[in-house]
């Protein structure tokens, strides 16, 4: 059974900096594309950062790009995303995922947490 459980959600000023951390169980996260998406209150969820199993590569969508930061940690089986100059469009709740997969669609991933919300006061 692979759980994915985020955490370092909360409450922030536009411009401020946080850190989501995704702890994953089980032997699924050394081979995995690991992913963040969001989802706004009465939108779809979307593509945030990818990186890949061993941590080489990283992807970001065009409105987070230069802000956020993905990494992960092989070794503690732990994704992160680094968040600096939030802004109050950053407000969502973010997913970890992992999949054996490269893309940036929410569709058909092989593992999912539950979210962590990440609001941003203007």
């Known amino acids: 059974q692979v759980q994915l459980v985020e955490s370092g959600g909360g409450l922030v000023q536009a411009g401020d900096s946080l850190r989501l951390s995704c702890a994953v169980s089980?032997?699924?996260?050394?081979?995995?594309?690991m992913y963040w998406f969001r989802q706004a209150p009465g939108k779809e969820r979307e593509f945030v950062a990818r990186?890949?199993?061993?941590?080489?590569?990283?992807y970001y969508a065009d409105s987070v790009k230069g802000r956020f930061t993905i990494s992960r940690d092989n070794a503690k089986n732990t994704v992160y995303l680094q968040m600096n100059s939030l802004k109050p469009e950053d407000t969502a709740v973010y997913y970890c995922?992992?999949?054996?997969?490269?893309?940036?669609?929410?569709?058909?991933?092989?593992?999912w947490g539950k979210g962590t919300l990440v609001t941003v006061s203007s």
């Open positions: 089980g032997r699924a996260f050394s081979s995995s594309v």
């Open positions: 990186i890949s199993s061993p941590g080489l590569s990283t």
């Open positions: 995922a992992a999949d054996r997969r490269t893309t940036t669609s929410a569709d058909g991933m092989d593992y």
